[in-house]
């Protein structure tokens, strides 16, 4: 009796290590999977700025060319 007391206890005992390695897993994957959305969302927001600033540039460009003094034609 006393050795299947102990076998039970030792299951017992690794079934709780087993249980609490799952729940770390899922807690885990939870955390991992919010990051990734969280650098996904920061990367596409760089991505948006980046475009934006180039096309600002572009329009000054274009802005300045239009400023840019041309020489009178002669008629």
Same mark, same amino acid.
């Given at each position: 009796?006393?050795?299947?007391?102990?076998?039970?206890? !030792?299951?017992?005992?690794?079934? #709780?290590?087993?249980? #609490?390695?799952?729940? /770390?897993? =899922? =807690?885990?994957?939870?955390?991992?999977?919010?990051?990734?959305? $969280?650098?996904? &969302?920061?990367? %596409?927001? $760089? %991505?948006? +700025? !980046?475009?934006?600033?180039?096309?600002?540039? /572009?329009?000054?460009?274009? @802005? +300045? &060319? %239009?400023?840019?003094?041309?020489?009178? @034609?002669?008629?």
């Amino acid at each position: 009796i006393l050795d299947i007391d102990a076998l039970f206890s !030792e299951a017992k005992h690794y079934h #709780n290590k087993l249980v #609490n390695i799952r729940n /770390e897993m =899922m =807690m885990l994957h939870e955390k991992t999977s919010k990051l990734k959305k $969280r650098a996904l &969302k920061l990367q %596409q927001k $760089r %991505q948006k +700025e !980046e475009l934006e600033r180039e096309q600002q540039r /572009e329009k000054e460009l274009e @802005r +300045e &060319k %239009q400023l840019t003094a041309k020489p009178a @034609r002669r008629t």
